[in-house]
């Protein structure tokens, strides 16, 4: 129902009332790269001119796009970390964040942000992060869509060696099926892409790329240090040897990122011990795989040990209740029986 309401509220909305906006991200003043994720970047909202053709252009994809995830039915479920369905749309409650993305949709978009004469001059001291499309009229009932910013998708001019003229990075071209010739394209251009990542309204985001919301908000980034942190509580259990391997893991390799912060959100590393690990043995053995085990504790020597001492920890092993067949997978949100009310 929130998707039709969504394109309900778009369509009230006139098309003149569309504006664009691109969003960049910088390294605040003497912060450093290795800096908490949440205190070190400033996101700053530029204002861009664009004409009636991109205009019509930007209101009717949204259209489009809310039409095609209203059509195929598309399930609305509470953002989790980790998910095995990309096919649904999820909700992130902006409410009470304290990220630095958060002065962007609670403060920069409301007011009116400065509007940019040129690329290069934002290019040289700022990253280019995303673009934002927004329906706005006079009672502030709004509507945002974001999309990330990838690198090959913005081209600007350069200056040479002896910096005194613009030359092109590369020769941009474009068809021309009038005169059916290829010709050069001159300035600074963007592709604005037939996609949106994900759209805010009412201080909630509605996630079509989980992937890509979580770059443009910064959750990639943050998911890295909250990992080094279950790290630490997990040394503190003193039952798991070899963690500085899974801790290469963290510098290297992003996708362990999210399910050791999974295992925060379900907790049975807190009380493990011996006998708990025994039954994790057992479990492995059940689906044909052998847990790495010294003196009674967990011991990791490579990636197969990583990958099944994460799978036990989060109880990546699960059996439905109708058919009985076992699952693999790290979703999931637990549930309470209801116990039968006695007469």
Same mark, same amino acid.
Not at 25 to 42: A, E, F, G, I, P
Not at 74 to 99: C, G, P, R, W
Not at 138 to 161: H, P, Y
């Given at each position: 129902?929130?998707?039709?309401?969504?394109?309900?509220?778009?369509?009230?909305?006139?098309?003149?009332?569309?504006?664009?906006?691109?969003?960049?991200?910088?390294?605040?003043?003497?912060?450093?790269?290795?800096?908490?994720?949440?205190?070190?970047?400033?996101?700053?909202?530029?204002?861009?001119?664009?004409?009636?053709?991109?205009?019509?252009?930007?209101?009717?994809?949204?259209?489009?796009?809310?039409?095609?995830?209203?059509?195929?039915?598309?399930?609305?479920?509470?953002?989790?970390?980790?998910?095995?369905?990309?096919?649904?749309?999820?909700?992130?409650?902006?409410?009470?964040?304290?990220?630095?993305?958060?002065?962007?949709?609670?403060?920069?978009?409301?007011?009116?942000?400065?509007?940019?004469?040129?690329?290069?001059?934002?290019?040289?001291?700022?990253?280019?992060?995303?673009?934002?499309?927004?329906?706005?009229?006079?009672?502030?009932?709004?509507?945002?869509?974001?999309?990330?910013?990838?690198?090959?998708?913005?081209?600007?001019?350069?200056?040479?060696?002896?910096?005194?003229?613009?030359?092109?990075?590369?020769?941009?071209?474009?068809?021309?099926?009038?005169?059916?010739?290829?010709?050069?394209?001159?300035?600074?251009?963007?592709?604005?892409? &037939?996609?949106? #990542?994900?759209?805010?309204? $009412?201080?909630?985001?509605? @996630?079509? /790329? =989980?992937?890509?919301?979580?770059?443009? +908000?910064?959750?990639?980034?943050?998911?890295?240090?909250?990992?080094?942190?279950?790290?630490?509580?997990?040394?503190?259990?003193?039952?798991?040897?070899?963690?500085?391997?899974?801790?290469?893991?963290?510098?290297?390799?992003?996708?362990?990122?999210?399910?050791?912060?999974?295992?925060?959100?379900?907790?049975?590393? &807190?009380?493990? #011990?011996?006998?708990?690990? $025994?039954?994790?043995?057992? @479990?492995? /053995? =059940?689906?044909?795989?052998?847990?790495? +085990?010294?003196?009674?504790?967990?011991?990791?020597?490579?990636?197969?040990?990583?990958?099944?001492?994460?799978?036990?920890?989060?109880?990546?092993?699960?059996?439905?209740?109708?058919?009985?067949?076992?699952?693999?997978?790290?979703?999931?949100?637990?549930?309470?029986?209801?116990?039968?009310?006695?007469?």
């Amino acid at each position: 129902m929130i998707l039709e309401d969504l394109l309900e509220r778009l369509e009230d909305i006139e098309v003149s009332d569309t504006y664009l906006y691109f969003i960049t991200r910088v390294l605040k003043h003497n912060q450093k790269k290795n800096s908490k994720v949440l205190d070190k970047y400033l996101f700053k909202v530029y204002q861009v001119d664009i004409n009636d053709e991109i205009r019509n252009h930007l209101y009717s994809l949204t259209q489009e796009q809310l039409s095609y995830l209203i059509n195929k039915k598309t399930e609305v479920h509470e953002y989790d970390v980790i998910a095995d369905d990309t096919q649904h749309l999820f909700t992130y409650s902006m409410t009470n964040k304290v990220m630095s993305f958060a002065d962007v949709v609670n403060n920069q978009l409301k007011a009116i942000p400065p509007k940019i004469t040129s690329l290069e001059e934002i290019i040289e001291n700022e990253e280019l992060w995303a673009y934002c499309v927004g329906f706005q009229n006079q009672d502030e009932d709004n509507i945002f869509t974001f999309r990330k910013i990838l690198a090959g998708k913005v081209a600007i001019d350069e200056k040479d060696s002896n910096n005194r003229k613009w030359i092109p990075k590369a020769l941009r071209t474009v068809f021309n099926t009038k005169s059916q010739k290829l010709e050069l394209i001159q300035g600074e251009t963007v592709n604005l892409d &037939k996609q949106v #990542d994900c759209l805010y309204y $009412n201080d909630i985001f509605y @996630i079509a /790329k =989980k992937t890509q919301f979580e770059q443009i +908000v910064g959750l990639e980034e943050e998911y890295k240090k909250q990992a080094k942190e279950v790290l630490t509580q997990l040394e503190e259990t003193k039952m798991i040897t070899g963690l500085e391997i899974i801790n290469q893991q963290i510098e290297s390799n992003p996708s362990i990122h999210k399910k050791l912060v999974r295992l925060t959100k379900i907790g049975n590393y &807190k009380g493990i #011990d011996t006998k708990a690990i $025994n039954k994790m043995q057992r @479990i492995c /053995k =059940k689906y044909g795989n052998q847990l790495n +085990v010294k003196d009674g504790k967990l011991h990791i020597e490579s990636e197969n040990d990583i990958d099944l001492t994460l799978k036990m920890l989060a109880d990546y092993y699960k059996k439905g209740e109708v058919s009985g067949k076992a699952y693999g997978t790290y979703a999931g949100k637990e549930i309470k029986e209801v116990k039968p009310i006695e007469k």
